[in-house]
């Protein structure tokens, strides 16, 4: 008999648990994060766990699991009366995970330049090319495109802690940041603002790119915290 660790059950409405490579509580945390990432759970739905077994075809232990990772990593939460929702980000919060993007991102930045090489900058390039290759409307492929660059520039700062802290950053805003590429003109703007990191990069410019990548975080960051109303404080584009 094999374990819940283990079993692989066929596809269900969303298409089941399919994957190997990890153990079954795992792919259902994988799955749902994704779910949550990508605008099919949107902010303030519930999340039911009858219906997640169905969806999944687990076990109601494996899905409380799963949501009590979920609820850990801040993208849901247990509402008394009503039980797991996807997180709904307050404008404070919006605008405090923001600032410490920014900070996170120029101090990548910042101690790329300064380690920079030949490959680093073969990098960025190819992974700039992978962000122009992506059609407008494909949201879900210019995130990730855009993260192989970010990754790249956390490889390059020698720091993984940048990472793993941008990781979960990232997975917080996820959805605005989704809105934020879907603001006209704003992917051209992208490109051109992490074309302006890149080059700093390539000239081992620590400084100039620094102010680069805040510059880029906090012109997202205006549009992100437009969609309550307010402009955030202490964060101007330019």
Not at 41 to 57: D, H, K, N, S, W
Not at 132 to 150: N, Y
């Amino acid at each position: 008999m094999q374990s819940e660790d283990s079993v692989t059950p066929q596809g269900g409405a969303f298409g089941g648990v399919v994957r190997f490579a990890a153990p079954l509580r795992q792919q259902v945390v994988d799955q749902l994060r994704n779910r949550i990432l990508d605008g099919r759970y949107a902010p303030g739905a519930r999340m039911i766990e009858r219906v997640l077994c169905e969806e999944m075809q687990v076990s109601r232990t494996v899905v409380r699991e799963a949501l009590r990772q979920l609820e850990s990593e801040h993208l849901i939460e247990l509402v008394p009366n009503i039980g797991p929702i996807v997180r709904l980000l307050t404008r404070d919060e919006v605008r405090s995970l923001y600032e410490v993007r920014a900070a996170l991102e120029s101090l990548a930045s910042e101690e790329c330049a300064a380690r920079t090489t030949p490959r680093i900058v073969a990098r960025l390039d190819d992974a700039l090319q992978l962000i122009e290759s992506r059609a407008a409307d494909d949201i879900d492929g210019l995130l990730r495109a855009k993260d192989v660059f970010s990754q790249v520039v956390i490889d390059g700062s020698g720091n993984a802690v940048i990472g793993d802290m941008l990781g979960s950053i990232h997975a917080r805003v996820s959805q605005l940041r989704a809105v934020t590429l879907r603001s006209p003109g704003r992917l051209q703007t992208t490109v051109a603002e992490l074309r302006t990191i890149r080059d700093a990069i390539a000239a081992g410019d620590s400084q100039a790119a620094r102010e680069a990548s805040r510059r880029h975080v906090e012109t997202a960051a205006v549009i992100a915290l437009a969609t309550f109303g307010e402009a955030p404080s202490g964060l101007t584009a330019s």
